[in-house]
Each structure stands twice: as structure tokens, then as C-alpha cells.
């Protein structure tokens, strides 16, 4: 071949590879940029699912409200792709509810559910209290002494909202001091269900509050002292007289008739 020609042959070559390459390149950064948006989209489904769950849980959105797409997205400052995804993760949770052709609801939970939350809590509490006996770090003793102490300030002044955020608190500290993530998680979703019933309700058996304060503080010292049966029982025994309390407000609160 002669020299010219074979230099063109090169030349067309190295622009057809080059050629090649730009487009594999091309292919490369969409599918990189395609992933790196669906990351994105993930992780703002995250932080909206987590934020929407945070205003449920602490009652700053009511049970039964409804929950606007549009509405929601705006609020939270993302595109309604991660919202949506975040109404289902919520759905699967137990927090929400999708009525057919009327939208999302935060879930109201009945007193039959709430019963038997209530039923399940108590068997998952036992458990915690007996690992927390075995597994709990001083200063996390310290945490709950200091939350029962916050408790018995509030005895008085019947602050129904305070005490509940200070009884999540002590029961998040202790689920945690037992050292077991399944536990945890599960543990975490029974209540979180169920505190859509109590907060609701809360108001209602305020009397109730200096006694459930000593409950608390005999189940701190039953785990202080690795009390492993004695720290089980207890906690078991506080959720179900929690329910029974909380029942027997409702019945008086009850209109006659």
C-alpha cells in the first residue's frame, strides 16, 4: 500500500476509534449521571420519609390529617417523585393509609389495634428490660435516672405533651441500652404505631402520671442493679397497666348513655 494511503487508512482508523471512544463515553457519563440522580432521588425519599415521620410521631401532623402530594412537596422543599416514594415506605411502616380515590391519611389506630399493641409492646419490653440488665452502659443509667427526675418536676403541673416526649425518651434510651438492632427495629415500629393511639389519647389520664413516674423509676433501678427477671417483669408489667389506665379513662371519659 502506498505510504499516503496507508496514512489516510491510519488516520480514518484513529478517528473512527476516536470516534468510538467519545461515544462510549457519552454512554458512560448519561448512565453515571443516571445514577447519580436516582441516588439522589433515593436519599431525598429518605429524608422526606424520616421528616414526615418525625411530624407524625410527634403529633405536629394529626392523626387522620390527609396528606397533599403537592402540598407535602412544597413543604418539604423536593420534586413529588420523593414524596411518593416516602408515602409508601410510610404505608409499609403502618403510619399512613391510602383510601382509593381520596388520597393519604396519617393512620388513625382504633382501641381494639391499640389493645393489641399494647399486648405485643409488653412481650418486646420484657425482652429489653431483661437485655438492658445484662448489656446497659452506666452512663445510660445516668440518662434514665435523669429523665425520671425531669418526670416527677412534672407531676404537679400535669404537662400531658411534655411527659410523653420524656416517656418516648425513656424507653428509647432503655431499647437501645439492650444491644440488639432487630430488637430495636422491631420494638420501634410496634410503637410507633401505637403512640398514633396514646398521643391522641394522653390528655385523658394525666392523674395517672406520678404513678406511672414510679413505675419508671423502679424499672431504672432494676436494670441499675442487673436485675436481669426482675427489670422484665417489670417493664412487661408497666405496659400492660398502661393500657389498663388508659382504658379506664376512656370508659369514664365516655359520655352515659
Not at 415521620?53 to 387522620?64: C, D
Not at 392523674?207 to 417493664?235: C, G, Q
Request: proline share 2%.
Amino acid at each position: 500500500m502506498p505510504r499516503a494511503a496507508a496514512a489516510v487508512s491510519t488516520t480514518a482508523s484513529a478517528t473512527a476509534a476516536s470516534g468510538a471512544a467519545i461515544r462510549a463515553g457519552g454512554r458512560a457519563g448519561t448512565a453515571t449521571a443516571a445514577a447519580i440522580e436516582l441516588l439522589r432521588e433515593q436519599s431525598l425519599a429518605t429524608l422526606a420519609q424520616q421528616d414526615l415521620e418525625r411530624r407524625i410521631i410527634s403529633g405536629e401532623i394529626a392523626a387522620g390529617a390527609k396528606l397533599n402530594e403537592v402540598d407535602v412537596a412544597a413543604m418539604l422543599g423536593v420534586s413529588r417523585g420523593p414524596v411518593r416514594e416516602a408515602f409508601r415506605a410510610l404505608g409499609q411502616a403502618g403510619l399512613v393509609r391510602v383510601a382509593k380515590n381520596r388520597g393519604v391519611f396519617v393512620r388513625e389506630v382504633s382501641l381494639e389495634e391499640a389493645s393489641e399493641f399494647y399486648e405485643v409492646r409488653a412481650a418486646l419490653e420484657g425482652l429489653i428490660g431483661r437485655l438492658a440488665a445484662r448489656r446497659i452502659a452506666a452512663d445510660e443509667v445516668e440518662q434514665l435516672r435523669a429523665i425520671v427526675r425531669r418526670m416527677q418536676a412534672l407531676d404537679k403541673s400535669r404537662r400531658a405533651d411534655a411527659y410523653f416526649a420524656l416517656n418516648v425518651g425513656f424507653h428509647d434510651v432503655l431499647a437501645r441500652s439492650a444491644r440488639n438492632n432487630a430488637l430495636l427495629a422491631n420494638y420501634r415500629g410496634v410503637v410507633n404505631q401505637l403512640d398514633l393511639y396514646r398521643r391522641a389519647t394522653i390528655a385523658r389520664s394525666t392523674e395517672n402520671m406520678p404513678l406511672s413516674t414510679r413505675e419508671h423509676a423502679a424499672i431504672v433501678a432494676a436494670v441499675a442493679a442487673r436485675d436481669e427477671a426482675l427489670a422484665e417483669r417489670l417493664l412487661a408489667e408497666h405496659v400492660l397497666r398502661s393500657r389498663a389506665r388508659l382504658q379506664e379513662a376512656l370508659r369514664l371519659a365516655a359520655p352515659a348513655g
